[in-house]
């Protein structure tokens, strides 16, 4: 799991870099949900009505078995013929094994929760054993919870390191969060011929700006050494502090939207913040 990634076409992220957010927010919430509803919801409604109409049909197999079991009980003193007998027992052990099979299938369809339920169990038990819930719950059981509250999880790039995440919840007291994210590393990626030939027309005399703007997804550090291997000379200087040197234009674009510090973005150390869908931020903005 650690060393799969999710790719968005140029873009990839380690699920591991996704997973720690987003269990760590699940978490927080569950222990901070004070809130526990006993109406039922609407899905839940839906489970149970087909999770009867389950119990009914098992019940309507176990009354036929039965009925057959009684019918050959009652005939079998009459049977004569050996052939006939041998055919009688056959069909009396197979509803013997069917009843047996029935019944168990009853048991465990009736002990089954509906997926609110399992929400309300598994709520109230992070709540009682709080920050030793590690200590309580076991792995495995983790991602039964997840399924159990979660119906999706959509990824959507934004930008090299800038990934938004949000969150469908099953629940319909949580509804629907995001998350701006950021990425702790990028991979580059193989220039393309078209960005080489943005460098051979520009990075001669276009300035800093323009040319970052233009090549929106690379840094300028990048853009040096790209022209140093294309022997591409510039022909202009400027001491521009306003560009990035180190952040790509698309990524500067949303540190400065976002409010984070250079400092924060390049070591890493920015937690995401989960909240109600807003869709505060579009690609409209951002440079292809």
């Not at 006993?38 to 149970?48: P, T, V």
């Not at 369809?109 to 709080?130: D, I, S, Y």
């Not at 294309?230 to 560009?243: A, F, M, S, W």
Request: glycine fraction near 2%.
């Amino acid at each position: 799991m650690n060393h799969a990634e999710l790719s968005n076409g140029q873009f990839q992220i380690p699920v591991s870099e996704i997973d720690k957010p987003f269990l760590e927010h699940f978490i927080s919430k569950l222990q901070s949900d004070g809130e526990f509803s006993d109406f039922i919801e609407q899905g839940e409604k839906e489970e149970i009505a087909v999770q009867q109409i389950q119990i009914s049909d098992i019940l309507t197999q176990i009354k036929a078995a039965e009925d057959t079991m009684r019918d050959i009980e009652a005939t079998i003193g009459q049977v004569k013929n050996p052939k006939l007998a041998k055919i009688r027992d056959e069909q009396y052990t197979a509803c013997e094994n069917d009843l047996l099979r029935l019944q168990l299938e009853l048991s465990n369809t009736q002990a089954l929760k509906t997926k609110a339920q399992e929400r309300r169990t598994f709520k109230r038990l992070m709540q009682e054993v709080g920050e030793f819930w590690e200590d309580i719950v076991k792995p495995e059981e983790v991602p039964i919870a997840v399924r159990n509250f979660v119906d999706k999880v959509v990824i959507r790039m934004l930008s090299p390191r800038f990934y938004e995440l949000t969150v469908y919840w099953s629940d319909p007291q949580w509804g629907i969060e995001e998350a701006i994210c950021v990425r702790n590393h990028h991979t580059s990626t193989n220039w393309t011929v078209t960005e080489d030939e943005i460098l051979q027309q520009d990075y001669p005399t276009m300035s800093r700006k323009e040319l970052l703007q233009k090549l929106s997804n690379r840094t300028w550090k990048t853009v040096i050494h790209r022209a140093t291997q294309l022997e591409i000379r510039r022909k202009i200087r400027e001491y521009d502090i306003d560009c990035p040197s180190l952040i790509c234009w698309n990524d500067w674009l949303l540190m400065k939207q976002y409010q984070f510090s250079q400092k924060e973005f390049l070591h890493g150390k920015i937690c995401p913040k989960f909240g109600p869908r807003h869709n505060q931020f579009t690609r409209d903005s951002l440079r292809p």
